[in-house]
Every structure is written in C-alpha cells, then in structure tokens.
C-alpha cells in the first residue's frame, strides 16, 4: 500500500522536534538504578509544525489533508536535514487562522510511527 504524502509546503523555522525515548528503569537502595531500552524502536519523535505565510489555498489543502487522515491514517512526511520520508500521524492541528486579508496560519502536531 502506497501512504499519501504530507503537502509539500515549506514550514516556517519555528517549528520544533521532540524526542521521548522509551527506557525501562528499576530504582534500588543508596539512588542506584538499572536502565534498559524498551523495545526496537525506543526514540519517537514529534513534530510541531508551523506554517505563517500560507495563501488561502495552501492552507486549505493542509486542512484537508489532515481532515481526510482522520489522526489514524499514516502518511509519508521527510522531516529538514533527513533525506528519508517516515511513517507519521496527525495528533492534532490548529486553523487555517487568517493573519493579513491575505494570508493564514496553520499548525500542527506529527507523531512518528512505526507501522509495519
């Protein structure tokens, strides 16, 4: 099955990535610890994506888009500075939100999958 894209429309540079890795922790006696990963794939990342400057269409397609997954369907989005497309799901999104008479805003939350 071939997973749709994410639009390709710039984001603006204030948009952030996290990071939660997953660890199994046993504490014992005197602060010591004992660590493990949990799982194969233990760091998942999370994207807020923001778009400032989108024209009335653009920001209507990323609505759509993100309407028509419905926060379960996966699709494709190849976050700066990889050269790889991940699996990702919509967590939630914000607008379109007029700005100017001619221009809108548009954010929204990715969560990195791991689909078979």
Known sequence: ??????????????????VDQRVLRA???DGYSQRAVDGLNTARQEWQLQW???TKAQ??????????????????WT????????KWTSVGFDGPTP????RYSFSATLREEFDI
């Not at 099955?1 to 990535?17: K, N």
């Open 1 to 18: 099955m071939v997973l749709p894209s994410l639009p390709s429309i710039a984001i603006d540079h204030g948009s952030a990535r996290k």
């Open 27 to 29: 504490d014992f006696g």
């Open 52 to 54: 400032t400057q989108l």
């Open 59 to 76: 920001a209507t397609q990323l609505k759509d888009f993100f309407i028509a997954r419905g926060g379960a369907e996966a699709f494709n």
């Open 79 to 86: 976050p700066p500075d990889e050269a790889t497309a991940r």
């Open 99 to 102: 700005t100017t008479a001619a």
